[in-house]
């Protein structure tokens, strides 16, 4: 039984997210959004936070895709993004796809985003590359977990890139490059799961809001005993990555499982 998925003709379809603040004090935080090959839904809004869950409202990836995902919170906002079920590349018999993340940060505001795994499966050639633009005193937390293959797969071809910077310059540039039928040593080796977890800040000084008052916090450092390595970055922030064979795995998960349970008991 075939497991290929169709081709399509190039579809560039763009998932916006919004987060501003209310009309008048005490009011809830407006959420605009528009779907594109993700649907938004909104989960939650507080006076300065929003949670909103991205739906994906058919198969993605497939070849010729382009999801564009804009993401802008204004000042002193917070959003916190959350995906319903994992991505799959699909095989697109020599078309490749494309999955852009651009996001922008206002003064204090914030953005958490624990992102499902994103597979890529045999055959697939995907491009994945995110920007991010960060404001004064802004923060970003990101979990990415790239799977190459399914069950029984090698995986295919991906490309991801990251740039992050504030006014001061660039705070993260990063380009690495996989596949599954051609393991370079170095990069993935033999393991199949590569899972990051950055969190940054704006170097820009800015008086912010304490950090009990913004939405979920990072969890506590991974410990590099479980294989995960910690870099920290030269303009401040930190870059947590591990590299194995399941994402049940990670030392990441196991960490955000940890730090989930705590706030539940709070």
């Not at 039928?181 to 704006?202: E, I, K, W």
């Amino acid at each position: 039984m075939s497991t290929t998925a169709p081709s399509r003709a190039q579809t560039r379809a763009t998932t916006a997210v919004g987060v501003t603040r209310g009309a008048s004090p005490g009011t809830p935080v407006r959420v605009d959004t528009a779907d594109g090959l993700l649907a938004v839904r909104t989960v939650s809004r507080g006076t300065d936070r929003a949670e909103v869950a991205l739906v994906a409202t058919g198969a993605v990836l497939l070849g010729g895709d382009h999801v564009l995902v804009r993401v802008d919170v204004a000042d002193r906002c917070a959003l916190r993004i959350t995906d319903v079920g994992g991505t799959v590349a699909y095989d697109g018999e020599g078309v490749a796809c494309r999955w852009d993340v651009e996001v922008r940060l206002g003064r204090g505001s914030r953005l958490d985003w624990y992102g499902m795994p994103f597979v890529v499966s045999d055959g697939a050639d995907v491009v994945r590359a995110t920007t991010v633009r960060l404001g004064a005193g802004s923060r970003l937390v990101l979990r990415e977990t790239v799977v190459l293959g399914r069950d029984g797969e090698r995986g295919g071809r991906v490309a991801l890139h990251s740039d992050v910077a504030d006014d001061g310059g660039p705070v993260l540039v990063e380009e690495v490059t996989a596949c599954g039928t051609d393991r370079v040593p170095g990069v993935l080796g033999a393991h199949r799961v590569l899972d990051t977890l950055t969190d940054l800040r704006s170097t820009d000084d800015l008086d912010v809001p304490a950090e009990s008052d913004l939405p979920e916090a990072v969890p506590d450092a991974v410990p590099l005993s479980d294989g995960a390595a910690t870099l920290q970055l030269d303009r401040g922030g930190t870059l947590t990555r591990w590299l194995g064979a399941a994402t049940h795995l990670s030392p990441i998960e196991r960490a955000l499982d940890r730090r989930r349970r705590t706030l539940e008991e709070r």
